[in-house]
């Protein structure tokens, strides 16, 4: 039966597995290679399952990837040769020569390389024998090495633990079919000596995920925004940004002339009077349905072009997150929604507020 990998984060795990098991047949559970990463199978296949996700894409399930074949690891660097011969003997016939290909490795084992080291040596081998391009940064197509302890042993049977065996799981897929273009739908950026909170990387994540072009001079609206990582985001994007929060902002912002802090509350900024903005954010330490609820209420302040962008809270259960979605949706078409690398209890919501 076809296999595939199946990402997301560790602490919603559960949720990915729901959402698979949801939309495909006879969905069995091989193995956990790592927390937050399984071996699974079903009807449909990668491939099956993928086009249903491209057009109805889950929330919690990070990450896919088929498995087309395992190769035993010896855990020496000869493991890279073997996995560079393999990969030209199954993929260089397979990939495409008119688009991009890319090798993403991730590894979760004790083994004397890396995944960088991996990516290197299979990739320069395919390209020497197929013609395909090489592009890390928008491959087109992608060959997925995952090297873990198999915990599977003959029949379905767990071996013991001394006797794990290391496997490098393969397989070749378009970008698109993956849901994240990032291995494991991990999705790093470099930190920059201005950053002003870890949120960042939330916001940076998210247009990039959703495809969120902001042109610049807009102006922003930006719901508990201290210390200011989304307003530092919005400015260098060309935004003007209303930031609110009670809590201070980062004193370079706070020197910002394209920044207005209106310090108070998202609620009494409501009662104030808001003026009217191109795009939304928000990142409120907040119950998600009193979120939602205040959402609905800023919407009657937004252009008709206007986007929104915000982060949900959720507990484990995410036992909040469809109530929240049907406040949302009083007001709001949910254009994507998804658990990002860089969430951590909460999803971020891309909206178009509805025709009022
Ligand atoms: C996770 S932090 C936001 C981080 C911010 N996005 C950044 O990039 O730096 C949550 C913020 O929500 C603010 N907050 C909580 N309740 C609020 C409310 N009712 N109105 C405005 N801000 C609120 C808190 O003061 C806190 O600064």
Redesign the pocket.
């Known amino acids: 039966m076809p296999q595939l990998l199946l990402s997301a984060d560790p602490g919603f795990m559960h949720l990915a597995l729901d959402e698979f098991r949801r939309d495909s047949h006879n969905a069995q559970l091989l193995d956990e290679l790592a927390p937050g990463v399984h071996l699974a199978d079903c009807d449909e296949g990668f491939w099956g399952l993928a086009e249903s996700w491209i057009d109805d894409p889950p929330v919690f399930a990070r990450h896919i990837c088929p498995v087309d074949l395992s190769i035993p690891l010896v855990a020496t660097p000869r493991d890279l040769s073997r996995l560079s011969e393999a990969a030209v003997t199954e993929y260089a016939d397979l990939l495409d020569p008119d688009v991009s290909f890319s090798v993403q490795s991730r590894i979760f084992a004790e083994l004397p390389y890396k995944p960088f080291d991996v990516n290197r040596a299979v990739s320069a081998a395919l390209a020497r024998a197929a013609n395909s391009p090489l592009d890390v940064r928008q491959p087109f197509q992608i060959l997925s090495i995952v090297c873990a302890a198999s915990n599977q042993g003959p029949g379905s049977e767990k071996p013991a633990a001394s006797s794990h065996r290391q496997l490098a799981y393969l397989g070749l897929s378009l970008a698109s079919h993956n849901i994240s273009d990032w291995a494991g739908g991990v999705r790093r950026f470099r930190r920059e000596k201005e950053q002003?909170?870890?949120?960042?990387f939330?916001?940076l994540e998210a247009l990039e995920a959703f495809r969120i072009d902001l042109p610049a001079g807009g102006v922003a609206l930006?719901?508990?925004?201290?210390?200011?990582?989304?307003?530092?985001?919005l400015r260098q994007k060309g935004q003007f940004v209303t930031a609110?929060?009670?809590?201070e902002l980062?004193p370079r912002l706070a020197a910002d002339r394209g920044v207005r802090h209106k310090k108070?509350?998202?609620?009494?900024?409501l009662a104030e009077g808001p003026d009217a903005f191109d795009f939304l954010?928000n990142?409120?330490?907040?119950d998600a349905r009193a979120s939602a609820r205040?959402m609905n209420d800023f919407a009657d302040f937004l252009y008709p072009h206007a986007e929104a962008l915000m982060?949900l809270k959720l507990g484990k259960t995410a036992a909040a997150l469809d109530p929240a979605c049907t406040i949302l949706q009083e007001s709001y078409n949910i254009l994507h929604m998804r658990q990002l690398f860089h969430n951590r209890n909460e999803v971020t919501i891309h909206l178009q507020p509805k025709p009022a």
Do not use: C, I, N, Q
Request: aromatic letters at 6%.
């Open positions: 002003v909170s870890r949120a960042e939330k916001m930006d719901l508990g925004a201290a210390p200011g990582g989304w307003t530092r985001v609110v929060d009670p809590a980062h108070m509350t998202a609620e009494t900024y954010v990142d409120m330490r907040m205040l982060t």
